[in-house]
């Protein structure tokens, strides 16, 4: 599906925000790379983003900025709750302290974002 009559090897930069041993972020970028895309992946535990960038992010997955943020069990062991995480300015404080509870894989063309969950999703924006 093309967005806006542009094609990912046409915008600035795509983004793929990994965690290289998350099955989902490699199926991501597998289903990517087959179809030819060029983008520049990122591990975002290698290279955290800064609060100007996860604001980005959120305002690009549009919906609930919460779905951000991973609430496995990681989450509550760091004795954090759902209910905290009540808007951007909140999401992006908890990733800022906690980079390892963003979901992933995130893929970013432009101002446009999706959760690669599942993988597929990421050629939503192609």
Do not use: W
Request: with cysteine; charged share 20%; net charge negative.
């Amino acid at each position: 599906m093309h967005r806006l009559g542009l094609k990912v090897n046409e915008m600035a930069n795509p983004l793929l925000y990994v965690h290289p041993t998350c099955s989902k972020a490699r199926a991501a970028q597998d289903l990517l790379d087959a179809a030819g895309f060029t983008y520049d992946a990122v591990n975002y535990l290698e290279r955290p983003l800064s609060a100007v960038e996860l604001h980005r992010v959120v305002a690009a997955l549009g919906g609930e900025p919460a779905a951000l943020v991973r609430r496995d069990g990681c989450f509550a062991e760091l004795g954090l709750h759902p209910a905290q995480l009540i808007d951007a300015d909140a999401v992006v404080a908890v990733l800022l302290d906690h980079p390892e509870l963003m979901e992933r894989p995130v893929f970013m063309v432009g101002e446009m974002a999706v959760i690669g969950r599942p993988p597929e999703r990421v050629l939503e924006l192609t």
